[in-house]
């Protein structure tokens, strides 16, 4: 099992720029979550997933959208970059209400 | 909303020397996870613990339920237990909050 992957590892982009980040696990999973850490900081919900087509708001969804259209795939979309979504970000998956696993991250500057 | 509160905030320790890092939560509790976060970013999972006590090696960690809190014990700690560690928390919800975590540093 590859676990949870997330590429790219490191993203820089211009305000405004659109992108995707990816996630996948191969491990069948219906739980998909991700978190946004700033320096020094903790990490955030920003969206979940609780299984293919069912997505929903976490604690800070503003710029971002999700889909679910499988299982094993949870890209997180930023529409217009802004400076403010400068950040570390992770995917996790695991079985809903147990435990999860986190990716290595994807680290993005916004310029 | 669900506040996840760790205590305390940063902790300095010396090699050799134990702590015990707590989580406190404002609801029921329905998932429970510490993580550390190592100096290169990773999170590591210690423990899945929403009741009961559980311990691997130099670690352990106990969750009270009906007091709303978990502790994470640190015994013997090495200058590898540098990072934060994180409680993960989820409730009646789907949704998992991470706690504010504390900054560990153990000195040789």
């Known amino acids: 099992n590859a676990g949870v992957t997330q590429t790219p590892k490191f993203q820089v982009l211009k305000t405004g720029q659109s992108m995707t980040l990816q996630c996948a696990q191969d491990?069948?999973?219906?739980?998909m979550s991700w978190y946004r850490q700033d320096p020094g900081m903790g990490l955030r919900l920003i969206h979940y997933s609780v299984g293919a087509g069912i997505t929903d708001q976490g604690e800070v969804p503003n710029g971002y959208n999700v889909s679910r259209s499988t299982t094993e795939d949870f890209p997180l979309r930023l529409l217009s970059a802004a400076p403010s979504q400068t950040s570390v970000y992770f995917c996790?998956?695991?079985?809903?209400?147990?435990?999860?696993?986190f990716g290595p991250g994807t680290r993005l500057t916004v310029t | 909303g669900i506040q996840v509160e760790q205590s305390p905030p940063d902790l300095i320790l010396q090699e050799g020397a134990n702590s015990t890092l707590r989580c406190n939560f404002s609801?029921?509790?329905?998932?429970l996870q510490w993580f550390h976060q190592n100096p290169w970013g990773q999170l590591i999972n210690l423990f899945y613990?929403?009741?009961g006590t559980k311990q691997n090696g130099r670690l352990s960690a106990t969750t009270v339920a009906t007091e709303r809190y978990s502790l994470l014990y640190i015994s013997s700690s090495q200058t590898t237990d540098s990072g934060v560690y994180f409680c993960?928390?989820?409730?009646?919800?789907?949704?998992?909050?991470f706690g504010t975590g504390t900054l560990l540093a153990v000195q040789p």
């Open positions: 993960l928390y989820g409730g009646a919800t789907n949704k998992l909050i």
């Open positions: 996790a998956s695991g079985p809903p209400l147990y435990e999860q696993y």
């Open positions: 613990i929403p009741s």
């Open positions: 609801d029921s509790v329905n998932n």
């Open positions: 491990m069948n999973h219906e739980y």
